[in-house]
């Protein structure tokens, strides 16, 4: 119990009397710090982006799916960059002193993902709150660095455990947990819609026309494989890996298989987008306009974004971004091979 209420001193004195608790730490205060409150900023304000990546990755299993996993933990690279900033401004023998240095930048991003979750979000750009609480994490490094050179023998004493201090080092660990309760339970609420449509889940129903006026509707999607390449024209990995979608169509369309194009543009006349598109990379298959009604159905969020369906209309493979030509080719394999 005391060394809890010693943890709690030191945090909040690290915010209500810096320089005189920064003087005082000795080297065994605080190295875990840092890992606790990183922890702590990911499920206090970044709990949903993290979930989300989750779902995704559970959807599309498989090594392949390990980027999209991944990605969801680049809402911590702030986070990181700010803490070699706080560090190299503290100088050497900063491992116990560089972590208390966050603590402003923790409480500002999780209040302010409190805020937003009761329906106040902040009227400022989506980063800046984050560059906003950076800055005053680098300035309370600058302002504690003359307490934290000097020597022990000149050090203050370290200060007493004062109410004020215990009740603020206590809101460092309930103010992210709030948040994180209130973040896990809407992911639990809504984890069926989170990810996109995966293997194993029912076909959505849609109806869309084609660039060539034709209807598009989810019983094209039977007869044979489909594999429904959803892109846009400013998506650079989308025009990267268009070349493969063109060897497969041709080569495997012997097989009943069929590539059909699903294009997602939003700006602009979409028709003359895709049609500019189709003609700079001489397209050969099925170009589909959707105006959002097939993503949505689909609860796409990356592009491209590759859905391969048998001739029964049964889900066979889902994949987000790049995909190994191996990959795509044994997928298409798979789903082209006739039922024993």
């Known amino acids: 119990m005391n060394r ?25 205060d605080g190295p875990r710090d840092g890992l606790l409150f990183l922890l702590l900023f990911a499920a206090g304000a970044h709990l949903l982006a993290i979930g989300d990546a989750a779902a995704d990755f559970a959807a599309m299993a498989g090594l392949a799916a390990l980027p999209t996993l991944l ?66 994490a680098a300035g309370l490094a600058v302002y504690v660095r003359p307490a934290v050179c000097l020597s022990p ?12 201090s215990l009740v603020v080092g206590a809101l460092v660990v309930l103010l992210p947990l709030v948040s994180a309760g209130r973040d896990a339970a809407d992911l639990a609420a809504h984890w069926q819609t989170l990810a996109p449509v995966a293997v194993g889940d029912a076909l959505p129903e849609f109806h869309a026309e084609d660039l060539d006026g034709g209807d598009f509707t989810t019983a094209d999607l039977r007869g044979g494989a489909r594999l429904l390449v959803f892109f846009t024209s400013w ?4 025009s990267d890996e268009m070349s493969k979608y063109v060897a497969v169509h041709r080569e495997l369309g012997e097989r009943g298989f069929e590539v059909i194009g699903v294009n997602c543009d939003r700006e602009g006349d979409q028709r003359a987008i895709a049609a500019r598109y189709r003609d700079d990379k001489q397209l050969p298959f099925r170009i589909v306009l959707d105006r959002g009604a097939i ?8 592009y491209p974004h590759l859905v391969l369906v048998d001739a029964h209309g049964r889900i066979r493979w ?5 995909a190994l030509d191996s990959t795509l080719r044994a997928a298409i394999t798979a789903a082209t091979r006739p039922d024993p």
């Open 4 to 28: 809890l209420r010693t943890t709690l001193a030191r945090w909040g004195g690290a915010l209500l009397r810096p320089r005189t608790t920064f003087a005082a730490l000795a080297p065994d």
């Open 71 to 136: 990605s969801g933990f680049t809402v911590l690279i702030p986070w990181l960059v700010t803490t070699l900033a706080v560090e190299a401004i503290l100088g050497p023998l900063r491992a116990h002193r560089a972590a208390l240095c966050m603590l402003p930048m923790l409480l500002v991003v999780v209040l302010a993902r409190l805020a937003a979750g009761v329906g106040h979000p902040l009227p400022v750009p989506k980063y800046s709150i984050e560059i906003a609480a950076a800055v005053l």
């Open 153 to 164: 023998e000149t050090a203050a004493p370290a200060p007493p455990a004062g109410r004020a």
């Open 235 to 238: 998506c650079g990995v989308c």
């Open 295 to 302: 993503a949505r159905a689909f609860r796409l969020s990356v």
């Open 318 to 322: 889902v994949h987000q971004g790049r």
